[in-house]
């Protein structure tokens, strides 16, 4: 019985964190991120901003909180180990992006995305989000002490490449598949070695 309360109780934490992130992407396109106070937020959300607070420590987070970095993280956990770095971590960002924009609201992604990329003081917390990415991926690759310089610099061409095929799919509006622009951006980043 107790697990069935955990469980219960993280669903609806997970549900009322979509909705406060919800109404906080609405809010901040319609009257930009900087008019926008938490506040309203918790208003339109019909929650207190304490809650908003205990689900988004900060006002960034409501942008940019998401589960993408666990996701990739065991995608390259479970990939195999004799591929070369460049395709495991390509190979899981694409997986990853597939299940986002297949199970995911598209949309709301583009939404984040377009704020991300026009709003400086999310482009600082997107700057720490990709470090933590990148943390996740290093731990997931597993490499030791010796190769880890080489792991690191292999995962930030990465996050490289995977930005720019993100600028790319909000400059298109999501036209073409983001999967798609991904690899094509690790082509043309690293060609032979591209997933």
């Given amino acids: 019985m107790p697990e069935q309360h955990s469980t219960l109780r993280a669903r609806r934490r997970a549900e009322t964190q979509r909705l406060i992130q919800a109404h906080a992407v609405r809010l901040f396109t319609e009257r ?11 208003e339109a959300a019909g929650v207190s901003p304490m809650t908003v607070y205990r689900h988004f420590p900060t006002k960034e987070d409501l942008v940019l909180a998401g589960a993408e970095a666990r996701s990739v993280a065991e995608r390259i956990a479970a990939s195999p180990g004799d591929q070369p ?30 704020l991300m990329i026009t709003t400086p003081a999310l482009r600082a917390k997107h ?69």
Avoid at 157 to 165: D, K, S
């Fill in 85 to 114: 770095l460049v395709r495991r971590i390509g190979r899981a960002l694409v997986g990853a992006a597939t299940e986002l924009t297949e199970t995911g609201d598209g949309r709301f992604l583009l939404a984040r995305l377009r």
């Fill in 127 to 195: 700057l720490d989000n990709q470090y933590a990415l990148q943390q996740a991926i290093v731990t997931a690759l597993g490499d030791g002490e010796d190769s880890a310089f080489r792991t690191r610099a292999a995962t930030g061409a990465c996050l490289a490449a995977l930005h720019t095929a993100l600028v790319r799919w909000a400059e298109e509006d999501g036209r073409t598949p983001l999967p798609g622009l991904i690899s094509e951006a690790f082509a043309a980043a690293f060609g032979d070695q591209a997933p």
């Fill in 32 to 42: 930009g991120y900087d008019a926008t106070a938490v506040t309203e937020v918790a």
